[in-house]
C-alpha cells in the first residue's frame, strides 16, 4: 500500500510513496487525486487559467477556425428517414440550437419516405418524440443516451447523462397521452428495452463503481417491486441488453474485454429466466447473437467446434442454432485467413455479415437462396459500415459509406439486386470539392519487420517535398479500428496546407486478431514503436519531415502518443493528449478502481506479475519524466470522467513542467464533462477550434526553428524495448 512521505513536493503537499515487487516510486503530485480537496479544484481553474493565457496569441486563429467549422456545417441538418413499424423516424439540428430534435411523421403503407429537403417545412403529422434541447436547457451538462419507442409506437423511454460521468437516468413518456408511464430509474448504463406486452421496461443498472452489473425489470403498473432478471458479479464483466430486430427476444450479454456470453428472454414473456445462447463464457471466447425466424445467428471466434483445425477461427465464423436448441451450432460462414468478421445484421430473408480486409471495412449479404455477395465502392481508402435498419421484414438495407475525402453518403442497397440508391450525402457548405484531396495507403516497416499500415489526406497540391506540417493519429487499443472517415473539421488543417494520416499501430483491429494480439499485454510497446516508425516513414517519403509532426491520440491513444514522445521527441512539434492514459501503472494497481479488473486483461496484472509491472512502468509516461527537452503538450481532461480520471492528465503536466525541458506543457480541463469533453455542438467546436489553433500554431513555430533540435530515437538499453521479450524469449 501507499504510504505518506512527509517531503511533499515543495508545494506542501505530501507525496505518496509506492514498493511493489521491490521498486520504490515516489508521486509527489498523487494528491491531485484528491478531488474533494479545494486546492485540487484551485490548482485545475489555474491550470485552465494559465492555458488561455499562454495561447492568448491564437484568440484570433481559434476564431477564424471556429467561423470555419461553423460555415461548413448545415445550419439545419436532417438526417435519412427510416421506417420502424407505423411510422417514419428522423431527427434534425437546428440553427443556433447545441442538441437534435427527432422526430416522426405516420407512414401509410407502400409510402415513400417524408420529403425533408432544405428549406422545406414539416411534413403534414410530425410530432416531436423528443426535443433534447428542452432536456438540456436546466442542466450545466447534458449527454444524449439511446431512446427506444415500443412496437406500437405509444411508448417512448430514453436515457440522459447531466454529469460526464456516464451514469444515465432513464426517463418514459407516453407518446399519445403524454403521461409518464413510470418514475426516472437513475444510475444506469442508458440500455434498456419494452417487453412485448409493453407492460414492462427491462433496464441496467450499475453498481457503486459504475460498473453495469444487474439487469432489473420494472412493470409499468407501479405497484409491484422490480424483478432483478441478471446479476453479474465477476468485476471484469459488464452488461448490456437490447431487443432483437425481429422484436421477439430480449439480449443480455455480459462481456469482459476478452469474453463474453449471450442470454436470451423471449420478448413475450418478460417473466421468463433468460437461457443461453451457443454456450457458457470460455476464456478467450467472444460472440454476438442476432435472430431470424427460428434460429439464432451467432458470430463468433470459439474454434473447439472444428475437428478438421479446432484454432482456426481467431478471426471469427459465422454459425447458426435452433431457438429450441441455441447451444447446438452448425456453420453459416467459415473462417477466412484475410478476413476478420465484425457484425452481423438480420432481416426476414437475407443476412448482412460485416467485415474487415486489408485493414478496410466491408459488408457481405448472404441471401436465404442464392451466393454471398459483397458490397464494393470504388475507392482505395474508405469505412463501410451498416446504418440504423430497424425494419425486420424488408428487402433494402441502409449503409454508410465514407472517406478521407469524401463526405459521409447513406445509400439504400437493394438486398436482391445489390443496386445501391444514395439517399443523402453530408452536406459541406462553401466551395469543398473532394477532387481537391488525394489519399493514399502507406506502409512504414517497423523495427522487428512488421509492415505497418498508415491511411493519410492532404490537398492535391502539397508538394511531397518535406516542407508540409503533418497531423499524426492514432489509438491501437482493445483491438479499435480507426477507419478512414471524412471530418468537417479536418479541412480547416488541410487547406492550410497540412497532411492528415492515421497510424494503424499493433494494438487496434485493422488487421484482425493476430494484429490485437501483436499490440496487447508485454507486447503493447510495439504499439509504440510502431508510431514511431509510421512518423519517420511519412519523414522519410517527403510527406513531411521530422519535427514538423503533430501527435494526436485520446484515451489510451493519449498514451500512445505521449510514449512515442518520450521515444523520440525530435519528430515531434508537439502533442495533443486527450483524456490520455498516462499513468497506467497507478490504475492497475489500484483494486478499487471501476475499470480496473476489466483493463487488466488488456494490460495485464502489475500486481500479480513483476513482468507485467516491469513492462507498464517501462512505457508509462508519468513515471518517465526526465529532464530531457519534450516537445511541447496540450493535454486535456474531464472533471467527471469515469473512465480516465482527471487527475491522469494533471499529474502528468505537472511533472513535466517539474522536471522535463521544453515545452510549454499545458492542460485544460472541463469542469463540466466527462470523458468526451463538452456538450453540445457549439461547445464542441470552440474546443475542437482551439485544438486545431495549437496544432496548427505547434507546426508553425517548428517550421520556423522556434523550438530544440531534434534527439534521436532512444537505444535498444532503453527498458522500453526490454520488456516485450519476455514472451517467449524473442521479441514478437
Known amino acids: 500500500m501507499p504510504e505518506t512521505d512527509a517531503r511533499g513536493n515543495g508545494e506542501g503537499h505530501p507525496a505518496s510513496v509506492r ?19 479545494p486546492e485540487v479544484l484551485a490548482h485545475l481553474r489555474s491550470e485552465n487559467v494559465r492555458t488561455e493565457r499562454s495561447t492568448a496569441h491564437l484568440e484570433g486563429l481559434r476564431d477564424a477556425v471556429f467561423a470555419e467549422l461553423k460555415a461548413a456545417a448545415r445550419p439545419a441538418d436532417l438526417s435519412v428517414p427510416v421506417r420502424k413499424g407505423g411510422y417514419w423516424y428522423y431527427s434534425r439540428s437546428e440553427d443556433g440550437a447545441p442538441y437534435r430534435v427527432h422526430c416522426r411523421v405516420p407512414a401509410t403503407d407502400g409510402g415513400a419516405a417524408p420529403d425533408l429537403g432544405p428549406g422545406r417545412p414539416p411534413p403534414a403529422g410530425e410530432c416531436v418524440v423528443l426535443d433534447e434541447n428542452a432536456v438540456a436547457d436546466e442542466y450545466g451538462f447534458f449527454a444524449p443516451g439511446g431512446f427506444e419507442v415500443s412496437a406500437d409506437g405509444t411508448l417512448l423511454v430514453y436515457a440522459a447523462d447531466h454529469t460526464g460521468a456516464e451514469r444515465f437516468v432513464l426517463r418514459t413518456r407516453n407518446l399519445v397521452t403524454g403521461a409518464t408511464p413510470t418514475g426516472e430509474i437513475r444510475g444506469t448504463s442508458g440500455d434498456a428495452a419494452w417487453s412485448g406486452d409493453r407492460r414492462s421496461l427491462f433496464y441496467v443498472a450499475l453498481d457503486g463503481t459504475g460498473r453495469p452489473h444487474r439487469v432489473w425489470r420494472r412493470h409499468l403498473d407501479g405497484g409491484t417491486p422490480d ?18 430486430r425481429s422484436g421477439q427476444y430480449v439480449l443480455i450479454e455480459s462481456r469482459s474485454r476478452t469474453t463474453n456470453e449471450v442470454r436470451y428472454v423471449p420478448a413475450d414473456r418478460p417473466g421468463q429466466g433468460p437461457c443461453l445462447i451457443g454456450g457458457s463464457r470460455r476464456e478467450g471466447v467472444r460472440r454476438q447473437v442476432e435472430h431470424q425466424g427460428g434460429r439464432f445467428l451467432v458470430l463468433h471466434n470459439d474454434g473447439a467446434g472444428n475437428a478438421e483445425d479446432p484454432e482456426n477461427a481467431e478471426d471469427f465464423v ?66 463501410l459500415t451498416p446504418e440504423a435498419n430497424p425494419e425486420y421484414r424488408t428487402r433494402s438495407f441502409r449503409l454508410r459509406h465514407a472517406s478521407l475525402a469524401t463526405p459521409d453518403t447513406v445509400y439504400s442497397c437493394d438486398l436482391d439486386t445489390g443496386a445501391l440508391t444514395p439517399l443523402r450525402r453530408r452536406s459541406v457548405r462553401g466551395d469543398f470539392d473532394p477532387a481537391r484531396y488525394v489519399q493514399r495507403r502507406e506502409w512504414a516497416v517497423a523495427a522487428d519487420g512488421t509492415r505497418v499500415p498508415v491511411s493519410l489526406v492532404a490537398r492535391a497540391d502539397v508538394p511531397r517535398d518535406g516542407s508540409a506540417p503533418l497531423l499524426l493519429a492514432g489509438y491501437g487499443s482493445y483491438g479499435t479500428s480507426v477507419d478512414p472517415c471524412f471530418s468537417v473539421s479536418r479541412l480547416s488543417l488541410l487547406d492550410r496546407g497540412f497532411v492528415f494520416a492515421v497510424a494503424h499501430v499493433r494494438g487496434g483491429g485493422e488487421l484482425g486478431h493476430r494484429w490485437h494480439e501483436g499490440g496487447r499485454l508485454l507486447r503493447k510497446p510495439n504499439g509504440f514503436t510502431d508510431f514511431v516508425a509510421c512518423a519517420e516513414h511519412l519523414a522519410a517519403t517527403g510527406w513531411t519531415r521530422r519535427g514538423r509532426i503533430v501527435a494526436r491520440g485520446g484515451a489510451a491513444g493519449g498514451l500512445l502518443v505521449a510514449a512515442a514522445a518520450r521515444l523520440a521527441p525530435g519528430l515531434f512539434a508537439g502533442i495533443v493528449a486527450e483524456a490520455p492514459f498516462v499513468d497506467p501503472l497507478a490504475s492497475l494497481l489500484d483494486p478499487a478502481r471501476p475499470l480496473t479488473a476489466a483493463e487488466r486483461e488488456e494490460w495485464g496484472d502489475p500486481l500479480a506479475d513483476p513482468a507485467v509491472y516491469r513492462c507498464v512502468k517501462a512505457y508509462s509516461p508519468y513515471e518517465n519524466v526526465t529532464d530531457d527537452v519534450h516537445p511541447p503538450v496540450l493535454a486535456t481532461a474531464g472533471l467527471d470522467d469515469p473512465r480516465v480520471p482527471y487527475h491522469q492528465p494533471a499529474k502528468w503536466i505537472a511533472r513535466l513542467r517539474a522536471t522535463a525541458r521544453g515545452g510549454p506543457f499545458l492542460l485544460r480541463t472541463a469542469l463540466e464533462a466527462g470523458h468526451a469533453g463538452p456538450s453540445g455542438r457549439h461547445r464542441a467546436w470552440r474546443e475542437e477550434a482551439a485544438t486545431l489553433a495549437w496544432v496548427i500554431d505547434a507546426a508553425e513555430r517548428a517550421g520556423r526553428g522556434d523550438r530544440p533540435g531534434p534527439h534521436t530515437l532512444r537505444a535498444p538499453g532503453d527498458p522500453l524495448h526490454g520488456c516485450i521479450s519476455n514472451i517467449d524469449g524473442a521479441r514478437p
Open 19 to 37: 514498493t511493489v515487487h521491490g521498486d520504490r516510486f515516489v508521486d509527489e503530485f498523487a494528491w491531485l487525486a484528491a478531488r474533494d480537496r
Open 227 to 244: 424483478v432483478l432478471v441478471l446479476e453479474e458479479k465477476d468485476p471484469r464483466f459488464r452488461l448490456s441488453l437490447g431487443l432483437t
Open 318 to 383: 459465422l454459425d447458426w442454432a435452433p431457438v429450441e436448441d441455441p447451444t447446438r451450432l452448425r456453420r453459416l460462414v467459415e473462417h477466412r485467413a484475410d478476413t476478420l468478421l465484425t457484425g452481423v445484421d438480420a432481416f426476414e430473408e437475407h443476412v448482412v455479415v460485416a467485415f474487415r480486409r486489408s485493414g478496410l471495412s466491408g459488408l457481405m449479404v448472404l441471401p436465404d437462396t442464392g451466393e454471398p455477395w459483397e458490397v464494393a465502392f470504388p475507392e482505395p481508402l474508405h469505412s
